[in-house]
């Protein structure tokens, strides 16, 4: 099974964005093309590379070594605050019709397969459980939660061209409908359940993927290390289990949120510098 892809216009229909709607629900994948313009992606690249390279990245990093990446939190600044990454009004229209009027960026992050890094755990990026506790057993609801709509979505977007040879991520279509269930199936039964697809394609490619979704790293056996971006959208009300321990989960300047045109400046409410003191 492959994922759908969808080229996007500069203003979707109702009826194409109906159809990620769909793709999304049954997948929990959609493939975009050419989102962003060709410069961007070079100097996202450049930024990303820069900081990889000097050592700050790894140093700062969310999770220093999984399987030989790492990922990092990366503060909205120089290329990244360009608001054709963030805020492009067809992306807009497409996290609308998947997250509600009300959503959020939730973080920015870069993970980094180096070479020599190896697959990657299976897991999904942020279940929502809803466990409780009688005597000593959690017990997950029993219900069915599987037709429920997104609640967050990334937006992963690859810093270079990938191939099978080079890090992709594989993901496992179909596979988020399993997340919420009151037992999560483990690793031998999803990959016995759900069939796996390595999302390659050329730079300019990115796909969005559904936070429940299973999916994992492959191995980079290429000589360079491969960097992507994670733009985690979320409802506003979702909390990413990910970012629990860390402040801020995502990062922004006073400054810069000041060049955040008013209207997009929502989207940059769960940053601290967005937020009121009410006690000094
Ligand atoms: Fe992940």
Same mark, same amino acid.
């Given at each position: 099974m492959s994922i759908a892809a969808v080229d996007l216009p500069r203003r979707p229909s109702p009826r194409l964005l109906s159809r990620v709607q769909s793709a999304m629900d049954k997948d929990g994948a959609v493939a975009l093309a050419r989102l962003f313009p060709p410069a961007l992606l070079s100097a996202l690249r450049a930024e990303v590379l820069r900081r990889h390279r000097s050592g700050e990245l790894r140093r700062r +990093? /969310? &999770?220093?070594d999984i399987a030989g990446r790492y990922t990092a939190v990366l503060p909205f600044? +120089? !290329?990244? /605050?360009?608001?054709? /990454?963030?805020?492009q009004p067809r992306l807009l229209a497409v996290l609308g019709a998947l997250l509600g009027a009300d959503f959020r960026i939730g973080s920015l992050e870069a993970v980094i397969a180096l070479p020599g890094a190896y697959e990657q755990h299976l897991h999904a990026d942020g279940p929502l459980r809803f466990d409780r506790v009688l005597g000593r057993r959690a017990r997950g609801f029993a219900g069915d939660l599987s037709r429920l709509p997104p609640y967050a979505v990334t937006l992963c977007v690859p810093l270079c061209d990938i191939s099978e040879e080079n890090g992709p991520t594989a993901l496992y279509p179909g596979s988020h409908r399993a997340a919420l269930r009151a037992k999560v199936p483990n690793e031998a039964r999803l990959k016995r359940q759900f069939k796996a697809q390595a999302v390659t394609g050329p730079l300019g490619d990115c796909f969005l993927f559904d936070y429940r979704l299973f999916h994992c790293g492959l191995p980079n056996f290429s000589r360079e290390p491969r960097p992507i971006l994670m733009l985690v959208f979320t409802r506003a009300w979702f909390r990413d289990p990910n970012l629990?321990? &860390?402040? !801020?989960g995502l990062v922004i300047a006073r400054k810069d949120l000041a060049k955040v045109p008013a209207r997009r400046r929502p989207l940059f409410a769960l940053a601290p510098a967005a937020r009121r003191a009410l006690w000094d």
């Open positions: +990093g /969310l &999770v220093r600044s +120089g !290329p990244f /605050l360009d608001e054709r /990454l963030y805020a629990a321990d &860390v402040h !801020p």
